[in-house]
């Protein structure tokens, strides 16, 4: 049941909260609009737009690195997500569906190559996910070899060459 209230002029009642019906308003036809109409608009449209963002999933456990980077991509237009470590990252890539994936090689429970190694078992078509992968040691490139990555970026990483890598993969009208 919905609720309703009496018109302020003829008493009838009516479905709107501004206490005036149909029938008595003068502004039926030119509406101003309520504040609850102007704060589900701009909900609407703030709700369209982050549809619109592409979403890059962040695999890492270095915290202060993977806020960095969540506040880079943010700024650019980018929606992220940051996933603290190999096994939550395998559930993230599901329930997040990303169009990037950027990686750590280097973690404490499941190394980099570990988790994709986990994601091609589970049948999951890594060949089609995009990836950066950054890692300390520049020797584990190759580690990446049987995965079609985008980029090897040793840390520390610059915002700029990293930002880069992303709209090459993404492009720039996220």
């Known amino acids: 049941m919905f609720k309703t209230w009496p018109c302020i002029f003829c008493g009838s009642l009516s479905d709107t909260k501004d206490y005036i019906c149909s ?12 504040v609850e109409d ?12 982050k549809a619109k963002r592409k979403k890059i999933l962040i ?14 991509f943010g700024k650019n237009n980018y929606e992220a997500v940051i996933s603290p470590g190999g096994y939550d990252g395998v559930s993230a890539v599901y329930r997040e569906k990303p169009a990037l994936l950027v990686l750590a090689a280097v973690m404490s429970k499941m190394p980099g190559y570990d988790f994709l190694r986990h994601l091609d078992e589970q049948g999951f078509p890594t060949n089609k996910l995009p990836m ?5 040691r520049a020797d584990m490139e190759g580690m990446f070899d049987p995965w079609n990555i985008n980029a090897f970026l ?3 990483v610059q915002p700029n060459e990293l930002l880069a890598h992303v ?5 720039k009208d996220a």
């Open 23 to 34: 029938r008595c308003d003068p502004m039926k036809d030119k509406r101003i609009l309520t």
């Open 38 to 49: 102007i704060q589900r608009l701009e909900k609407e449209q703030e709700n369209e737009k």
């Open 59 to 72: 695999v890492e456990e270095d915290r202060p690195f993977a806020l960095a980077m969540t506040l880079l």
């Open 132 to 136: 950066i992968v950054t890692s300390s």
């Open 154 to 156: 040793v840390k520390p």
């Open 167 to 171: 709209q090459a993969v993404l492009g």
